[in-house]
């Protein structure tokens, strides 16, 4: 019997820390662990006790990288228990702070990340600094693209991580007006370049397909990531209240996040920008539909690596609607939507730029947490990256053991992973005597 083991200590680019181990035998994969290694912080345990106007706040510090995603949920959970109905201007420049989240993270992601591996490279540092290299092309492209994104929320919610802006009923401060001509233009500007980062990851040939289920929020009135009802790839509707009763919690012994299955089949998902286009293609920006077209028609797609292609296709969507937004919001003054504490139960689900992000409050009504749930993209998303892994190796194991080992990562990567959030959220009950 021949068996070895093949093992990736830390996987390169992605955020936060992770490893892969893969026992073979007889040529065959008897057993593969995706291991996440980011240890537990317990942010959940930590707010209980804290007066409901701290959450959002707190909670945005899960993650540097996804704060406005964290911060945005929690507020929508909050505002959820305490029955708060926010202004229709306050929506709208919410979808547009988190449109220039989308841009500043998915271009990190594919420029930063994923452009190396298309350049048969092994970091951006290694991409020659030569005017008309492809490379250097793309990478500049990428410095502007995610500028704006991080310019758009400095000037909407104050700051692109932590932003001070944003509150329970509203907004603490409203943005400037006179600053959206300069974005509008920006944007206008940009838009050949996020096109020309498109074609890249189309033209990218690389492929893992395997039949997976697909999670996302669906909005009938547009391309939304913040509003909508769940979809998966069955058409079965779930209201984001019943979010968690649609889901399965799996505990992975050698991993220091939980995975998810659907509660009733037990099947494995897949959540991010891929299971948004696939769902949701039809209502893009009309705008960006059109640019786009070519590239749209290899959706809806079960090649995993076609997240890569939707996050620079939802790019240049952001971009357009944000583009929509600027020029034709008027900012009233308005105060923000305040009630009295009350006790209730709220839920906030929205999509991270990884995919689906659950946030759950119950709060007493002294205006108190007494109970906080996170679920992140990357806990949904651990089970679906091991079968695809397992899936990849049983089928290539006749190649070189490095092939495989880039290869390993490259898949991983293909799902924007960020470690750090998926190690925060579980339960943890208190026994005292």
């Known amino acids: 019997m021949h068996s070895e083991d093949i093992t990736i200590e830390n996987i390169t680019k992605i955020e936060g820390t992770a490893g892969l181990t893969i026992q073979i035998e007889d040529n065959t994969v008897k057993d593969l662990k995706f291991i996440i290694k980011d240890y537990r912080r317990f942010y959940t345990q930590a707010i209980k006790g804290k007066p409901y106007i701290a959450a959002p706040a707190f909670l945005s510090r899960i993650c540097g990288t996804c704060s406005v995603a964290h911060l945005f949920a929690a507020i929508t959970a909050v505002e959820k228990s305490q029955g708060i109905e926010v202004t229709a201007q306050t929506r709208l420049l919410r979808r547009l702070a ?5 841009i500043r993270d998915h271009a990190l992601h594919l420029y930063f990340f994923v452009l190396p591996d298309i350049l048969g490279l092994d970091s951006i540092l290694d991409i020659p600094d030569e005017d008309g290299n492809q490379g250097h092309i793309l990478l500049h492209d990428s410095f502007d693209i995610k500028k704006l994104g991080s310019d758009i929320t400095n000037v909407i919610i104050g700051a692109a991580i932590h932003a001070p802006y944003p509150t329970l009923g509203g907004f603490l401060k409203l943005p400037d007006p006179s600053k959206f001509p300069d974005l509008i233009q920006r944007l206008e500007t940009i838009r050949p370049q996020v096109l020309r ?4 990851f189309f033209d990218w040939k690389e492929e893992l397909v395997r039949n997976s289920d697909y999670l996302a929020l669906r909005n009938e009135k547009g391309y939304d990531f913040l509003e909508g009802e769940i979809i998966n790839s069955d058409g079965k509707r779930v209201p984001t209240q019943d979010f968690h009763h649609f889901m399965k919690s799996v505990v992975i012994p050698y991993s220091q996040a939980e995975g998810y299955v659907f509660s009733d089949t037990h ?5 991010g920008a891929l299971a948004r286009v696939n769902f949701n293609k039809d209502v893009l920006n009309p705008r960006t539909k059109t640019d786009v077209a070519q590239y749209l028609s290899v959706f809806p797609s079960k090649n ?15 971009v357009d609607d944000a583009i929509d937004i600027l020029k034709t919001i008027q ?18 689900v929205i999509e ?3 995919g689906i992000l659950y946030h759950m409050a119950k709060i007493n ?3 108190i947490i007494e109970d906080y749930d996170v679920i992140v993209p990357t806990a949904q998303n651990q089970i679906n990256i091991e079968n695809d892994l397992k899936k990849y190796f049983n089928e290539n194991l006749d190649k070189d053991r490095g092939k495989l080992k880039l290869d390993a990562e490259k898949i ?3 799902y924007d992973p960020c470690m750090s959030c998926a190690t925060n959220f579980l339960k943890i009950e208190w026994r005292e005597s």
């Open 365 to 367: 009504e002294k205006g």
């Open 197 to 200: 980062g498109i074609k890249t």
């Open 267 to 271: 099947e494995d998902y897949l959540v």
């Open 304 to 318: 995993v690596y076609h997240n890569n292609l939707a996050q620079a296709i939802e790019i240049l969507h952001c």
């Open 352 to 354: 991270a730029p990884r």
């Open 331 to 348: 900012i009233t003054d308005e105060k923000v939507v305040r009630k009295p504490p009350q006790a209730g139960v709220g839920v906030g």
């Open 412 to 414: 991983i990567r293909a």
């Open 98 to 102: 988190y449109n220039g989240l989308m």
